[in-house]
């Protein structure tokens, strides 16, 4: 069974339930429809992120396109979608935790970052959120946190990254500042649920409310 490189996207599967997790990526099962508006949205508007000033050419550019502008257009926007910023960017962290490339055959570890950018010398990660604005107390920072491993190990005079979470159709951000004396601290979250997923033999179910929106209800008893 091959699990690895290890995403986020499939660690947080496994951190809200292991048999999610199991459907998902160990016997691949079929998912229930879903209504993919929401999904739909997100790439568009990511996509016209990524390549402005340009044009984006993605198929519903157009529909979002208004909406976009207005943050693009507000503080925020301007704060981060500055010329010198890098859109998309890859990276790997392989088993020893030292950075490589995202297709590196060592790759324990990868991501996407939607956008990266050094404001006043100081280096931000940040991730482009549609739909619902959380509200701060509600932010989970495990993505960026997880992402900020490849850079503190990469640039050893780095001692602070900036992670944000940015809502596009709020033009609102959940912002906090990672520091170097915390890395050990990074690495061992992300290393933990590795080694818990890797151990893991039963992937036991997580029966909460938000059973009811999972695309595998119907392969779990639930009662
Ligand atoms: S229905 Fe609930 S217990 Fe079953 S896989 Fe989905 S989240 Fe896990």
Redo the contacts with the bound molecule.
């Keep these: 069974m091959v699990l690895k490189p290890y995403s986020f996207s499939k660690l947080s599967t496994y951190k ?2 292991p ?2 997790f199991y ?1 998902s990526y160990i016997i691949k099962a079929p998912k229930e429809e879903k209504d993919m508006t929401a999904l739909l949205k997100g790439r568009a508007v990511h996509s016209i992120l990524e390549v402005f000033p340009k044009k984006s050419s993605h198929k519903l550019a157009d529909k979002y396109q208004i909406e976009v502008d207005k943050f693009i257009n507000s503080d925020l926007g301007k704060t981060y979608l500055l010329p010198n910023r890098i859109s998309e960017y890859r990276f790997g962290i392989d088993s020893n935790l030292e950075p490589c490339s995202y297709n590196d055959k060592s790759c324990l570890f990868r991501g996407i970052i939607d956008c990266i950018v050094i404001i006043d010398n100081r280096l931000y990660l940040v991730d482009y959120k549609t739909g619902k604005l959380k509200e701060p107390r509600w932010q989970e920072y495990d993505q960026l946190m997880f992402y900020s491993i490849y850079f503190f190990q990469k640039y050893n005079k780095i001692e602070h990254i900036d992670i944000s979470y940015l809502y596009v159709e709020h033009d609102s951000e959940n912002k906090i500042t990672l520091e170097r004396k915390y890395l050990d601290r990074y690495v061992s979250d992300l290393t933990k649920i590795i080694n818990e997923l890797e151990f893991d033999s039963s992937f036991d ?4 409310k ?2 009811d929106w ?4 119907e ?2 008893d ?1 009662n």
Excluded: A, F, H, I
Aim: hydrophobic share 10%.
């Design positions: 809200s339930c048999r999610k459907y179910k997580n029966k909460t938000l059973c999972c695309e595998y209800k392969y779990c639930l």
